[in-house]
Nanobody, 122 residues
Framework: QVRLQESGGGAVQAGGSLRLSCSAS?????MGWFRQAPGKEREGVAA????????FYAASVMGRCAISVDNAKNIVYLQMNRLKPEDSAMYYC??????????????????WGRGTQVAVSS
């Protein structure tokens, strides 16, 4: 199982930016970012195919976020711009996608980090 460590969360004002990083202990076919706000289910934010860098985004962040991967370092990044209060959540990195029906469905991912908190104030 791949071990994951997130960093880069914090508190920002609406309209601001953050870049999240996730370091993986080894190679994985896909890496993804998910988030979970209090009282809500975990939802997919973005995912990337590490082989060719193909990104996938949730509609809620399309145009505001960019996912990228550094395969030499096994690090995936999530650049988040024009942040909104509704983006506030614990953000989790995921790895080892099990080739299910949707990259943005958390049930198909095997490995998870402990999360990094993002708080956006209005």
């Amino acid at each position: 199982q791949v071990r994951l460590q997130e960093s880069g969360g914090g508190a920002v004002q609406a309209g601001g930016s953050l870049r999240l990083s996730c370091s993986a202990s080894g190679y994985t076919n896909y890496m993804g970012w998910f988030r979970q706000a209090p009282g809500k289910e975990r939802e997919g934010v973005a995912a990337i195919a590490t082989a060719d860098g193909s990104p996938f985004y949730a509609a809620s962040v399309m145009g505001r976020c960019a996912i990228s991967v550094d395969n030499a370092k096994n690090i995936v990044y999530l650049q988040m711009n024009r942040l909104k209060p509704e983006d506030s959540a614990m953000y989790y990195c995921a790895a080892e996608y099990g080739m299910g029906s949707s990259l943005l469905d958390p049930q198909w991912w095997r490995s998870w980090g402990r999360g990094t908190q993002v708080a956006v104030s209005s």
